[in-house]
């Protein structure tokens, strides 16, 4: 809700929710209803940059991992092959590398 007519004349609410119900709070009418509408205007454009900034930091903190991630993988499967080249084994599951019985 923001802006009501009744009667002609133009009135400024706001509604929100407060445990489980539904608030409104009036702001009153004219030039300090129109200032209190035009900041509540400022804060919500404020709040959605802020929203857009988030998501595409989490989105770039998502690639940096992946990369990470990727990097890891190659890398362990790049330490298995050299470990299994030389002669060694995963003992119990792969809990440690010991050298293979001849």
Same mark, same amino acid.
């Not at 790049?78 to 470990?83: K, N």
């Given at each position: ?9 133009? &009135? &400024? =609410? !706001? ?10 709070? &009036? =702001?009153?009418?004219? +030039? ?12 919500? %454009?404020? +709040? ?5 900034? %988030?998501?595409? &930091?989490?989105? %770039?903190?998502?690639?940096? +991992? ?10 362990? $499967? +790049? ?13 119990? !599951?792969? $809990? ?7």
């Amino acid at each position: 809700m923001a802006w009501v007519s009744i009667n002609g004349t133009e &009135y &400024y =609410y !706001r509604s929100h929710w407060v445990d489980g119900t539904v608030k409104t709070q &009036y =702001y009153g009418k004219g +030039l300090v209803a129109n200032s209190v509408a035009s900041a509540h205007e400022r804060l919500a %454009d404020a +709040l959605s940059k802020q929203v857009k900034i %988030d998501h595409e &930091y989490i989105a %770039d903190v998502t690639n940096q +991992l992946a990369l990470v991630t990727n990097s890891c993988d190659w890398n362990n $499967s +790049l330490v298995r092959a050299t470990a299994i080249s030389q002669g060694f084994m995963r003992h119990e !599951r792969g $809990s440690e590398w010991r050298r293979a019985q001849v």
